[in-house]
């Protein structure tokens, strides 16, 4: 099992930049892939980026590829995501999320499905505006 929490969130304005972190406790880090969705008001649980358990592979949603940037420290055992040239659409409760399996899946679904992690953070806000 893994423990997660967030931090980092904030308000910012658009083009601003910042970063999230998510600390992890509990089992071997790196023996799980980790990612961050976001949830807007009235919205559902939208899919980030994901970062497998190496850190050597990545994915990210079209709507933030090129902007946002999703790392880990497994000694540290945490992860990031480096968000830059934000805009108001970025706006939302950010979690992080793990699954045990440090391999990136090759379903799309088992990538951007919510349902297939088990393991989730409190949430962090971030707030962009104009």
């Known amino acids: 099992q893994v423990q997660l929490v967030e931090s980092g969130g904030g308000s910012v304005q658009v083009g601003d930049s910042l970063r999230l972190s998510c600390a992890a406790s509990g089992s071997t880090f790196s023996n799980f892939r980790a990612a961050w969705f976001r949830q807007a008001p009235g919205k559902e649980r939208e899919f980030v980026a994901i970062i497998s358990g190496s850190g050597a592979a990545t994915f990210y949603s079209g709507s933030v590829k090129g902007r946002f940037t999703i790392s880990r420290d497994n000694a540290k055992k945490s992860v990031y995501l480096e968000m830059n040239s934000l805009k108001r659409e970025d706006t939302g409760i950010y979690y992080c999320?793990?699954?045990?399996?440090?391999?990136?899946?090759?379903?799309?679904?088992?990538?951007?499905?919510?349902?297939?992690?088990?393991?989730w953070g409190q949430g962090t806000q971030v707030t962009v505006s104009s």
């Open positions: 999320a793990a699954e045990l399996g440090g391999v990136l899946p090759s379903s799309m679904r088992n990538r951007n499905d919510p349902n297939k992690y088990h393991y």
